[in-house]
């Protein structure tokens, strides 16, 4: 197995094979017996019982059915290693892990105070802490269980204030919020893109004035290329309209810590900073909060839209006075586990440039590096600059044409990741050929589209593993 080197206190350190496991900088065999051990601790202040016979299961069925699942999950991709980098995936920290473990086993769910008592009360504040993050000055928000259901909400609350009136996002915008539109009754309309992915300022002007928009998505971080919608002229040319902004930073959210930073992986602040005078913003802590699936959140810069959630719910809010977080959201049960491993990953990793900001910037480092090296090779080249951790690469061929890129392009994702001696995991992208064209001009368009080759290196081990991965990939091409 190869070994890996993790970053401890600005040092570099070689860790024993065994420690691979969820990154190894801490031993999460430990935290996990302890966080069983705190719920045990807890339990055993209230009175024993015994548990109802017909939960038992015999150890030994238990052993054999975890065998065979245990088997079954090694058919996974290694999401853990920087050989993996196709998808947005990766393990949660070992805190986030810990901390969910520890909640999970009380299982409260944060609809309601009297079902979430403490991890509402983790989830408001790590919740005013991602606010903060973005610079608002007031906010109302929740976490959601995914990047989907959290831009569903802010969609909903457009159509509140705006109805009749429909939403603009770009091109490269999710596809879920065309299918969201749709699930509101709501008018979707995509908006051409530039030659860096971004939402054409132009053409956005333009479907403005007709009066028929009421919100505009623009997106930071796009989900094929990592762009950058320059949300500070989006939100000048919105206003001008009378329009609604909505950010989708589900995936860039977190980069904002990286707005106006010292050094190369800083960000140009402006597109950032805007964020702070839009209407509702989206971020995932389950992609780059380091946290398991199933914690999305969205965030409103004026709490008054509370109001379009209004409902009661006899059966649940009854204990407090207090906010109940059902009472803000569109879904009802949540897991509080969720907050927990949320709340206990920022307590050790903040959002903030020296905290998690850290983390990004690795990630950030990464593709810097990765692009210096696409630039002075023979056999592959950029598509396009990353603005974050996503490198957007394409195989040079002999014909130069689209159809022999795309073929290139499948065959070393698949010769990638089914080589069994030194296995590397990429991805595919799909782009039109007037995009390509765009920032290609001299390719040779004899297709409509074509795959090209996109990493994501959201692993900050990615960084010290970049020129493996750049020289696996030109083996793979050449
Ligand atoms: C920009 C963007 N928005 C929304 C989503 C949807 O988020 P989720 O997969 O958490 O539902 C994604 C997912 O990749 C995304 O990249």
New binding site residues.
């Given amino acids: 197995m190869v070994r890996g080197f993790w970053g401890i206190h600005g040092g570099l350190r070689r860790l024993p094979d065994t420690l691979i496991l969820f990154g190894g900088i801490v031993d999460l065999r430990d935290w996990l017996t302890r966080a069983v051990d705190s719920v045990a601790d807890w339990q055993a202040s209230y009175p024993p019982f015994e548990t109802h016979p017909s939960l038992e299961v015999s150890q030994e069925s238990f052993l054999s059915a975890f065998d065979i699942f245990a088997n079954r999950m090694r058919g996974n991709y290694p999401y853990f290693h920087p050989s993996y980098a196709g998808q947005?995936l990766k393990p949660p920290h070992p805190a986030a892990v810990a901390g969910y473990v520890a909640a999970m086993l009380v299982n409260p769910n944060n609809h309601a105070l009297d079902g979430g008592k403490v991890t509402s009360e983790l989830e408001k504040e790590a919740v005013a802490q991602l606010a903060s993050m973005f610079g608002l000055h007031t906010h109302l928000g929740h976490l959601t269980s995914?990047?989907?259901?959290a831009?569903l909400e802010a969609l909903y609350v457009a159509r509140e204030l705006h109805p009749g009136r429909g939403v603009a996002y770009s091109a490269e915008a999710?596809y879920?919020h065309e299918r969201m539109c749709g699930l509101l009754g709501m008018r979707g309309t995509a908006v051409e893109t530039d030659d860096k992915g971004r939402i054409d300022l132009g053409a956005l002007g333009q479907l403005l004035a007709t009066g028929e928009i009421g919100t505009v998505v623009a997106?930071t971080?796009?989900?094929g290329l990592g762009a950058i919608d320059q949300v500070h002229d989006v939100l000048a040319i919105a206003r001008e309209h009378g329009v609604r902004v909505h950010v989708?930073a589900?995936?860039g959210g977190f980069f904002t810590l990286l707005a106006g930073a010292k050094g190369r992986a800083g960000l140009d602040p402006r597109p950032w900073r805007a964020i702070a005078d839009c209407d509702s913003i989206?971020v995932?802590p389950?992609?780059h909060g380091l946290q398991p699936y199933g914690c999305?959140a969205v965030l409103f810069g004026d709490p008054a839209v509370g109001r379009f959630y209004a409902h009661d719910s006899p059966y649940t809010y009854f204990t407090s006075s207090e906010l109940h977080l059902g009472e803000i959201s569109l879904e009802c049960s949540r897991a509080g586990a969720a907050a927990a491993a949320l709340w206990l990953t920022f307590q050790l990793l903040p959002p903030t440039t020296d905290g998690l900001g850290q983390v990004l910037a690795a990630s950030r480092n990464a593709a810097l590096d990765w692009s210096e090296l696409l630039a002075t090779s023979d056999l592959l080249s950029t598509y396009q600059p990353p603005e974050l951790d996503i490198v957007s690469y394409f195989p040079l061929t002999e014909a130069g044409s689209l159809s022999a890129i795309d073929a290139a392009s499948g065959r070393i994702l698949a010769d990638g990741m089914n080589d069994p001696e030194r296995p590397v995991f990429v991805s595919t992208l799909t782009v039109t050929a007037s995009a390509f064209r765009q920032r290609h001009p001299r390719i040779t368009r004899d297709s409509d589209r074509a795959r090209i080759l996109r990493s994501v290196l959201m692993k900050p081990e990615s960084e010290i593993y970049v020129t493996w991965l750049h020289s696996r990939l030109e083996e793979l091409a050449g």
């Fill in positions: 947005m995914s990047g989907t259901i831009n999710h879920t997106t971080g796009t989900t989708d589900a995936y989206v995932d389950h992609k999305g």
